[in-house]
């Protein structure tokens, strides 16, 4: 019998692996409380909603492989992404040995406390099943096997946008050694999607016209474009950032002069994918395109591409001394970039300010009246997370960002509920808390202020409200909007965002092409004791002379719309169940419909 051979790569990528999984057990706090709380709830509520495994944003292949693992909590997500990177350290230490790197058993300490990967690995984000993807795809093409390569590619654009400057440098490789197939294979992952989209969205292209990042730069801003390059050394850390830089200028410079000629397409790639990438960020986040945030997270897609670029620099010190004495050096690596990810992530993380109030409010809630209540909205997802709330359903829970930004409590039935944060309802959710306070059929219920303490530099505050929707019959005026009228805390806050002025000074509600049509009040069936009447009259004050509609949606999914006229008109009845019918004003007309009020009542 053979004795066991020690591998010391695998023993350090395991070491690695317990490391990430006593953090993961010994954190209480959630390191995520958007974004990686987003993916997972997505993820978690796929298999009630199977559209969610196609939702653009949420990222397909990773809610696909990540739903099984939600079952565990958001714990389960970390214990994915820990699977994912054992497989991508592996993959890694193989692509440099197969290179002809040295000392490539370090590769995955320096991958493990990478600030920025540390940063998604604990996230729960989808950065990790990227990177993992592309230094695999990159490792079967050192090999030659060039149709796994491909195969493995083919789904990048499904782990993460950035697949868009990844996949178009493996295509110019397969054309430049002639591998007709894996180019074709490149296309099997998008032609599957693009099938299922078909039949799920009734829309081949939906990639395509489904694409949620259109810019947000009104929301998230914009910066300087060497943004990027200024914080780098708190994506790779300090010692990988500048080993990288050295090794991509000895490439560049020097690379073509190696002995192993057969390192230069996979470093080909690996350079222009990660430069690339880092360019793209640098453009978004200047020009406010694509949704960027700013988020030096979003680079951990090329933190082990910055890794095979450090050590590249080091198989050029190995050509002068031996490889061992490289190891104090990187032992130094290894002091430097765990500092640089203490410093700016904790390990064994509890909850933060935001964290606990929301966990306050869980607790009131759980405890009060409103448990189990269907039909809750909110924006923050870790509202979702404690509250437990699947907010999917389109005639249930939803976000706040699909309220009727005039009278938002139309949106919801009546025993509803609305929780407004600080921090996301009024970007995100465009919902400013005026707006709700001067809705007459919401009622605020609860509120938790944490107000910020000065004396800490980078504090804040935290403000949760709870409204109740409580339909007021005390009038028979079901919605009233006048933009005209003094002292309507609506008109506070909003007139930048829903409300324009004309030549006279009078404020209006603008119904251009993005608002052709707009739902001025639902008539909920199951609220149908609030709103029943045997006529209703709807008065507008305009520019132009409106098309007025009804339009129902039934329980079987399937919907009706019918012209009405706006004095006494009466609701239509079905012989099948309803859910609800909505007020619909229409402008057809090329030009801008002005709305400066409107009302709507009942009459027996």
């Known amino acids: 019998m053979k004795p066991l051979k020690f591998d010391l790569e695998w023993g350090v990528i395991l070491c690695c692996a317990v490391f990430y999984g006593i953090n993961i057990y010994a954190s209480m706090g959630i390191y995520d409380l958007n974004d990686g709380l987003a993916h997972f709830v997505i993820a978690k509520y796929a298999s009630a909603h199977p559209h969610l495994f196609l939702d653009h944003w949420g990222k397909p292949l990773f809610t696909i492989l990540v739903s099984p693992f939600t079952q565990l909590g958001i714990k389960g997500v970390l214990l994915f992404n820990t699977l994912v990177f054992i497989a991508s350290a592996r993959f890694l230490v193989l692509l440099g040995k197969q290179l002809e790197l040295p000392q490539m058993w370090a590769a995955p300490i320096f991958l493990a406390l990478a600030p920025a990967y540390y940063q998604v690995m604990m996230g729960g984000l989808t950065e990790v099943l990227f990177a993992g993807i592309v230094v695999a795809g990159l490792y079967y093409f050192s090999k030659e096997k060039y149709v796994l390569a491909a195969l493995l590619i083919t789904w990048l654009p499904f782990a993460r946008s950035e697949a868009y400057f990844v996949v178009p440098f493996f295509a110019l490789a397969f054309v430049a050694k002639r591998q007709w197939l894996p180019l074709v294979l490149l296309g099997v992952g998008p032609f599957v999607m693009s099938i299922l989209g078909w039949f799920v969205f009734d ?27 200024e914080k780098f050394g708190q994506i790779p850390g300090e010692f ?37 990438i880092l360019a793209a960020h640098s453009i978004f986040w200047w020009k406010g395109l694509y949704g960027s945030m700013g988020l030096l997270r979003v680079l951990a897609t090329i933190i082990p591409l910055c890794i095979l670029f450090a050590f590249y620099a080091f198989s050029w010190v190995s050509r002068f001394v031996n490889s061992k004495w490289l190891i104090p050096f990187l032992l130094y690596g290894f002091y430097i970039t765990y ?23 869980a607790d009131w809630y759980n405890h009060s009246t409103f448990k189990n209540t269907k039909n809750v909205w909110y924006m923050q997802p870790a509202i979702g997370y404690y509250l437990e709330i699947d907010n999917f359903s389109e005639n249930d829970s939803r976000q706040l960002w699909y309220l009727n930004h005039v009278l938002p409590s139309n949106s919801i039935r009546n025993g509803g509920l609305i929780i407004w944060d600080a921090a996301r309802g009024p970007s995100e959710g465009k919902t400013s808390k005026e707006m709700l306070l001067a809705d007459r059929h919401l009622k605020l219920v609860k509120s938790i202020i944490s107000e910020a303490d000065t004396t800490l530099e980078n504090d804040f505050l935290v403000e949760l409200l709870l ?36 030549s006279t000074g009078r404020k209006y509600f603008s119904m251009e092409t993005i608002t052709a ?15 029943e009447a045997k006529y209703y009259t709807f008065k507008m004050a305009t520019s132009a002379e409106p098309e007025l509609f009804l339009t129902t949606e039934f329980e079987d999914g399937s919907s009706d719309l019918q012209s009405v006229d706006r004095m006494n008109f009466v609701l239509p009845t079905f012989k099948k169940p309803v859910v609800k019918t909505s007020l619909v004003v229409k402008n057809n007309k090329e030009e801008a419909l002005r709305v400066y009020r409107w009302e709507l009542l ?3």
Not at 205 to 227: L, Q, R, V
Not at 518 to 530: G, H, I, L, N, P
């Open 203 to 229: 829309d081949f292209f939906w990639m395509i016209s489904n694409n949620p990042y259109t810019g947000a730069k009104d929301i998230y801003g914009s910066g300087e474009p060497w943004f990027f390059l």
């Open 240 to 276: 990988i950032r500048n080993s990288a830089v050295v090794g991509l200028f000895l490439f560049i410079g020097l690379g073509f002069f190696k002995r192993n000629h057969a390192q230069l397409p996979t470093l080909l790639i690996a350079a222009a994918c990660g430069v690339s």
């Open 339 to 361: 500092g640089n990810t203490a410093y700016l992530h904790p390990f064994a993380k509890g909850p933060e300010k935001e964290e606990r109030q929301i966990q306050l409010l």
């Open 467 to 502: 409204f109740e929707k409580q339909i007021d019959s005390s009038n028979d005026t079901l919605a009233f909007a006048d933009f005209n009228a003094i002292n309507r805390p609506i008109l506070e806050h909003r007139l930048d965002r829903i409300l324009r002025e004309d």
């Open 517 to 531: 049509s707009y739902d001025v009040f639902t008539f909920w069936e199951a609220d149908r004791a609030s709103w």
């Open 602 to 604: 009942k009459t027996n």
